[in-house]
């Protein structure tokens, strides 16, 4: 069965520090993983994705992923945090069969 | 394009009525899905389409929940009839499958609530 686990429900970082999102995730097969951000009253908006080859996946708004295998990760990450960065992160992987599956949403704090 | 479109915006309904959300894809997708957010649960997949077939409505959590997709523009979730419980944030997503596995593009959601 797909699933990601996403272990915490909030981060807190100050502004200009780096970020860490956390994910992991378990599939059958090759998995293709995404990460998503949700705004406030927002729908959700996709940030990066990895299907395949590099490791290190680069996104929108300066964010980035990388795919460890062996750990089965997919965290999520940022050199320097702003505080427009304040939302709730959404990893997800899908099946053979198209379906997503989202993992509980981690939501980040930017403190000035 | 205007993207994923949704209608109403904001719903706010009394109990025992019938709700329909309406979702107009990003034209050229070939997937439909309709979710379901709330604090308590998350985010949850109801219903998918592919081709305008329902593939997988596993998650639809009772008979009072139904969707359609008579063409490729355009799906409706119903609620019939509506609860308290159902209150949430209900999301339309679709993607095209052209060229690889492809993200969703959502909607901006309908609020609903069920007094």
């Known amino acids: 069965a797909q699933s990601v686990a996403q272990p915490e429900d909030q981060v807190n970082v100050a502004e200009g520090n780096p970020l860490t999102v956390k994910c992991t995730y378990s599939?059958?097969?090759?998995?293709?993983l995404f990460w998503y951000v949700q705004y406030p009253n927002r729908g959700l908006q996709f940030l990066l994705k990895y299907i395949t080859g590099d490791n290190l996946v680069k996104g929108s708004y300066g964010f980035e992923a990388e795919f460890n295998k062996s750990q089965t990760s997919f965290h999520l990450k940022k050199p320097s945090a702003l505080v427009s960065d304040s939302a709730l992160y959404f990893c997800?992987?899908?099946?053979?069969?198209?379906?997503?599956?989202f993992g509980s949403g981690t939501k980040l704090n930017v403190k000035p | 394009d205007a993207g994923v479109i949704q209608s109403p915006r904001h719903e706010v309904t009394e109990m025992g009525q019938e709700v329909t959300l309406r979702c107009k894809p990003i034209?050229?997708?070939?997937?439909l899905f309709w979710y379901r957010q709330t604090m308590m649960r998350g985010l949850e997949l109801l219903i998918y389409?592919?081709?305008?077939?329902?593939?997988?409505d596993s998650g639809m959590p009772e008979d009072r929940f139904s969707a359609k997709m008579p063409n490729a523009s355009f799906s409706t979730l119903k609620i019939q009839p509506s609860e308290p419980r159902d209150s949430a944030v209900y999301f339309c997503?679709?993607?095209?499958?052209?060229?690889?596995?492809?993200?969703?593009?959502f909607g901006p959601g309908t609020r609903l609530t069920v007094l």
């Open positions: 997503a679709s993607r095209s499958d052209r060229g690889g596995k492809n993200e969703q593009f």
């Open positions: 034209s050229g997708h070939d997937y």
């Open positions: 997800a992987v899908i099946n053979n069969f198209n379906k997503f599956y």
């Open positions: 599939v059958s097969g090759n998995p293709y």
């Open positions: 389409f592919n081709n305008n077939v329902p593939i997988d």
